[in-house]
């Protein structure tokens, strides 16, 4: 599987994922949700990718939303930031 990030403006994102079926994803990402999430210790880019990894771990890339808002996955799985933030501690070491 291979995903790939494009910076379309400073909280827009598009992702495609190359699975058995190729999919795209339009995610949005404001700072105010960056820092709360990354504390400012990892880039947008950084946060999507764990993200979208959280997701595949969860649902094959065709369920995923094909456009969203990235705080809206702890709504689907509330587990989502206290996950991303400690994945974000385990890279620090």
């Known amino acids: 599987m291979k995903i790939n990030i494009?910076?379309?403006?400073?909280?827009?994102?598009?992702?495609?994922?190359?699975?058995?079926?190729?999919t795209t994803h339009t995610i949005e990402?404001?700072?105010t949700y960056h820092l709360k999430l990354t504390k400012g210790k990892l880039k947008k880019k950084q946060l999507i990718l764990l993200s979208i990894q959280f997701l595949?771990?969860?649902?094959?890339?065709?369920?995923i939303l094909s456009s969203?808002?990235?705080?809206l996955i702890s709504t689907y799985f509330p587990e989502f930031e206290n996950e991303i933030i400690v994945k974000i501690k385990e890279l620090e070491k």
């Open 29 to 31: 990402l404001d700072d």
């Open 56 to 63: 595949l771990t969860r649902e094959p890339n065709t369920a």
């Open 68 to 71: 969203f808002e990235l705080q």
């Open 6 to 22: 494009i910076e379309i403006n400073k909280n827009l994102f598009d992702v495609n994922i190359e699975d058995k079926v190729e």
